[in-house]
Each structure stands twice: as C-alpha cells, then as structure tokens.
C-alpha cells in the first residue's frame, strides 16, 4: 500500500469539500511521542466499550488520553439497559473547554446516539481541524442493543466528511451504505470501496462477524486500495468493546507513527493479544472486556510481599516432600543413624563454605548500605557456623580421620570408615555450583532469589523440626541424640535474617523488570529443589560406613 502519493502522513488528510481543507493542509503535523488523544464517546460503566474502554486502548499505546461523554448507558457485559443524553449544549461545552486550552492530537469519535449531537461534533471538528480523526460508528452493540436512533444515519453519514477513518463492523457498514450486511468477505471489501468512493475517506473493514477460522481486516485506502490484516479467530466470548478499543488504538497510534497502515497493524497485534488474555479478567456473565492493559499488567511490579508469596506457593510440593524424608522424621524422633547424621553435618559445613562466598558476591551487587551489611553478616556467620562444625560436631563423629573409633546411638563400640563423607556429594555439588553459576553471571535479583531457600527453607523446616523435639522429648529431651542440634532451632535470630532475606528480595522484584522477576523465579525454583535433595542426600547418597565391632 502507497499512502505517500495520496497524502503525506505528516498531513491531516480531509476531504476536499471540507471548508478548512486548505488551512488545515497547511498546517504540518509531525508524530508525537505521546499524544493528546480525545475519545468523544458514551460511557459504559462496565469498562468494558466507550470512553472506559477508549482510555485504556489510548494509554496501552502511549497516549494521554481525554474523554467527552456523549451519553450516559446504563449497561453491563449482558447488554444495554437505558441511555441517556445530556444536553448538546453541555456536550459543546466539554468541546470548547477542551480545544481553547489542550492540543489535540487525535480524536477518537465512538457513540454519538441522535443527529444533533453528530452535527454539533461535526461543528466542533470543521473549527479545530484535528489530524487525526478516527470515527467507529457505532450503531450496534457487542450484545445486539441498539445504541443509535435509526434517523441519525444521515447525520452519520454527513458527519463522514470531517473524518480521516471510518472502523464500521459488517452491520455498520451496511446501515452505512443503506445495504444488506455483507455474506462474505469480497462482499464486504467492494461495500468497504464503496464507501471510501462515495465519501472520501478511508476505511477499516472489519471481518470479525463473519464465520471462519480466521477473522480478516482491511483497509481501503481513498483511492480504493486494499491492505489486507488477518489473524486466527481467538476462541473467547470476551468481545465487550473490541470495536472501540480498536479505533482508539489506532487513533493513537496514528498521532505517534503518521502512517495508516502501520497504526491498524500494530493495533490488531495488540487487540489479538487483548482477546487471548480476556480470560483472565473474568469481568461478567455476557461477552467480557478484552484485556487492554495486559502487557502493563505482565510487566507491572507486584506489591510489596506478593512475589515472595508467590515463590512460597511454587515450592509448596518441594517443602511438603522435605517433611515426608526419612531424615526429617528420623531426625525428629532421635532414631536418625549417626552414620546419616554425620554425612548431613559434613555435607552442610562444605556447602556453607561455597554460600559465604554467594553472600558476599550478593553484599558486592547490593544497592543499599542496609543490604550490603546484611549480606556480608551472612557471609561471615556462614564461616562462624562452618567453623563451629567442624569443632564441635563433626569431631564428635570421626569425620576426618578414616577407622576412628566411636559409639553409635545404641552405645556400641564401633569404627567408621569416613572419609569419602568428607568429599562434596552429587547434590552438594550441583547446588553450590548452581549457585555460583547465578552469583557469577546472573543480576543483583537472581542472587537474592538463589541464596534465599537456604534461608527461608531452612528457617521452616527448624521451626516445624524443634516444634516436633518439643512435643515428643517432653521431660526426656536430655536424652535425645540430636537434641542440643535440635535446641539450635529455637532462637529467633535465624528466623529474622530469613524474614529480612524475604523482604530484600521483594524489593529487588518490586525495582526489577519482568525478564528480572522470571530469572529470579528460575533461581529460586532450582535452589527449593536442591534444598529437598540436600535433605535426601543422607539416606540417598551417603556411602556405607565399614564397621569393626571393638572390645
């Protein structure tokens, strides 16, 4: 399609029997970045058609957009029940406040009801001269109401001159040319040619009512020339305003590129993905509201503790399965063999060694003072715990030195051969390196995202772990094996850094982009995976202890 040799896109594109053809014309209008865009049109107070809907389309794609009310509906997605049109003196009134003060660089032109109201905008627009003028005649809604006066069809038509597009669905078109609706689409191109002869302006032909897999749009150029866009029917009754939101959306992009064509393409794309997402508005019994603002919803920052909510809820299988382990009940109960016992403490103390350095590589990327310090604390407790490990718990267990004697959780005298529990297993080492992995070649918010199962998994499985010592040691809790690990628990200072981890990864989602908040989500998953297989690794992977029975 060849615009360029009808009109230039920098130019407002009137009829040439319009009074301010030639002012207007003289006037030179560049695409701007964010225009003002004017929707005079009724209200729905449903959302879903109208200036509601005009509003978003217009702000989905840019532009600053104002409204002039035609007419008060009083409608839901089931249909139209009442309507009501203010004065046309307070409909000129809206008009003027607007124009002697705003630049308009649009206008978007929905509901107009009665002749007197279409003639008092046709006024209004022969004296302002808009750029861009976009018209979607609205006669019939989504829900088959009416919504013009049968006798306005003249002032519609009239109206015609002073627009740059018409949007009219097949029923439209029809009442437009005074035909029957077009069966099928070549009919409803020659009826769209017809039209654009007939009164000099371009128009959009819009297929969605006819049967088919596909749903076709074209539009017809002033000289007759047909640029065809189609895209696959979207299997959803959520079609409440699509009409509007259309022709609003065009009308701002029109004002922002300056080129017809690349204005419907781009407003299609974004109504296919308006109609796919509908669903998730859930908005009525009738035909719903397309979803206007869904790629600013998709992109938009979650409250302050809604992502981590969300993190907790997707790893809601992986915690459920850590409280099913062996270890975790055996743990609990004091029958955990020490043999299992010790390849966890080993293990724990060799990880720890590798997360420090995750923590601090995160107090290095932290933006704030506050979280620089609470990432490095972390880091230095890491080494603090690890060192405590080793001193007081795996010396116990005869960790280091292979065939050392001891005595089990029975008393009976025995020798443990250890020392490949001294060597990272398969899932110490798929952890730590997949953690450096995300320290090392990941964002601030990966980091924080990674290195928080280890906080936050951690912190439940001690609460629920010494809430269950509590309960079964009763007045004997001297005598468990486990207990003074288990007494560990108990303290609220691990439980407030995960409380603080939490908070600090919120924030990094709240400031980050939604590529961001997906990266994190990926490195929280892996680690809340890994977390449930450093629990199993114990009855899994810890190598048979060789055994000597002693004197």
């Not at 897999?213 to 640029?227: F, K, N, Q, R, S």
């Not at 409250?303 to 993190?311: A, G, H, I, K």
Request: with cysteine.
């Amino acid at each position: 399609m060849n615009t360029t040799a009808i009109f230039s896109p920098a130019l407002p594109a009137l009829s040439p029997d319009c009074p301010a053809a030639s002012e207007a014309t003289a006037q030179q209008t560049m695409p701007v970045k964010h225009p003002r865009v004017l929707s005079i049109a009724g209200s729905d107070p449903s959302g879903g058609a109208g200036v509601q809907a005009d509003i978003k389309a217009i702000s989905a794609h840019g532009g600053y957009a104002m409204a002039a009310v035609t007419a008060l509906t009083a409608q839901n997605t089931r249909g139209v029940q009442d309507i009501h049109v203010p004065p046309v003196a307070f409909l000129r009134a809206q008009l003027e406040a607007l124009s002697e003060d705003i630049t308009i660089d649009a206008v978007k032109i929905g509901m107009l009801g009665t002749a007197a109201v279409m003639t008092a905008v046709g006024e209004w627009l022969g004296r302002t001269q808009p750029p861009v003028v976009v018209l979607d005649p609205v006669m019939v809604a989504t829900s088959g109401d009416q919504l013009m006066d049968p006798a306005a069809r003249t002032a519609m038509v009239a109206l015609l001159k002073q627009v740059h597009l018409v949007t009219p669905n097949l029923p439209e078109l029809g009442v437009l040319l005074g035909k029957p609706v077009a069966t099928s689409w070549a009919e409803a191109l020659e009826q769209g040619q017809e039209l654009a002869a007939a009164h000099h302006v371009r128009v959009l032909v819009k297929g969605g009512h006819l049967p088919g897999p596909d749903c076709p749009d074209a539009l017809i150029t002033l000289d007759g020339t047909v640029e065809e866009f189609r895209a696959p029917r979207i299997d959803t009754p959520n079609t409440h305003g699509t009409g509007c939101s259309l022709s609003a959306a065009v009308a701002a992009l029109q004002a922002r590129f300056g080129d017809w064509g690349t204005s419907v393409r781009h407003a299609k794309d974004w109504l296919v993905q308006a109609l796919e997402t509908s669903q998730e508005l859930g908005i009525g019994g009738g035909p719903g509201p397309v979803n206007h603002l869904n790629e600013l919803w998709a992109s938009a920052a979650p409250r302050m503790d809604s992502f981590s909510q969300e993190l907790w809820a997707d790893c809601a299988e992986q915690r459920a399965a850590i409280m099913e382990l062996d270890f975790i009940k055996e743990l609990a109960a004091g029958t955990l063999s020490r043999h299992h016992f010790a390849y966890y403490l080993a293990q724990d103390a060799l990880y720890l060694g590798t997360y420090s350095r995750v923590l601090a590589r995160a107090s290095a990327l932290a933006p704030t003072e506050e979280e620089q310090k609470f990432w490095a604390g972390g880091a230095q407790n890491c080494i603090d715990v690890e060192a405590s490990l080793h001193r007081d718990w795996l010396s116990s267990y005869s960790m280091a030195p292979a065939g050392t004697a001891q005595a089990d959780t029975a008393g009976t005298a025995q020798s443990v051969t250890a020392t490949t529990a001294t060597a990272p297993g398969p899932v110490t080492k798929h952890y730590v390196d997949h953690l450096q992995g995300v320290a090392f070649s990941g964002s601030y918010a990966e980091v924080v995202a990674a290195v928080l199962p280890c906080y936050w998994l951690y912190a439940e499985v001690g609460r629920v772990l010494h809430a269950d010592y509590v309960a079964l040691s009763g007045e004997n809790s001297h005598e468990h094996p486990y207990g003074a690990w288990l007494q560990s628990y108990a303290g609220d200072d691990f439980a407030h850094a995960a409380q603080t981890a939490v908070r600090i990864m919120d924030g990094a989602a709240r400031r980050g982009s939604a590529r961001d908040r997906a990266g994190m989500k990926a490195a929280f998953a892996h680690s809340a995976q890994y977390e449930l297989d450093f629990f199993a690794a114990p009855h899994t992977h810890a190598p048979e202890p060789i055994m000597t029975l002693g004197d």
